[in-house]
Nanobody, 124 residues
C-alpha cells in the first residue's frame, strides 16, 4: 500500500510558477512510476507528465511541454512538478499517481494509487 499526499498548490498570476510535491509513504517508492494528472471543473481528468522509476524516462502532455518539468527524489520518496509560465487554462486540481513497475503510461486507469489532489488556480 502506498499513500500519496500532494502539496504546493495555490493561486498564482499568469506567467508565474509553482512547484508541486507529492510525498509517498512506504519503502517501495523507487519501484513505482509516478505521474501527474489534472482535472478542471466540468472536464475529464487528463494526463500531465510521468516519470519512470529511476527518472531515466519522462513524458509530457503537449499542452505543458517546455513549461512543466517532472522530477523525483527516491531518497525522499517524493515526486515534483515544476510549473513555469503558467496559463489560466492550467487551472485544475492536480493529482499525483503511482504505478508499480517499469512501464510508464499516460492512461489514468493503469495507475494503482492516487493522492487527494491539490488546487492550482492561475489568474489572468
Amino acid at each position: 500500500q502506498v499513500h500519496l499526499v500532494e502539496s504546493g498548490g495555490g493561486l498564482v498570476q499568469a506567467g508565474g510558477s509553482l512547484r508541486l510535491s507529492c510525498a509517498a509513504s512506504g519503502r517501495t517508492f523507487s519501484s513505482y512510476a509516478m505521474g501527474w494528472f489534472r482535472q478542471a471543473p466540468g472536464k475529464e481528468r487528463e494526463f500531465v507528465a510521468v516519470i519512470s522509476r529511476s527518472a531515466g524516462s519522462t513524458q509530457y502532455a503537449d499542452s505543458v511541454k517546455g513549461r512543466f518539468t517532472i522530477s523525483r527524489d527516491n531518497a525522499k520518496n517524493t515526486v515534483y512538478l515544476q510549473m513555469n509560465s503558467l496559463k489560466p487554462e492550467d487551472t485544475a486540481v492536480y493529482y499525483c499517481a503511482g504505478r508499480q513497475g517499469m512501464i510508464i503510461t499516460r492512461r489514468s486507469y493503469e495507475y494503482d494509487y492516487w493522492g487527494q489532489g491539490t488546487q492550482v488556480t492561475v489568474s489572468s
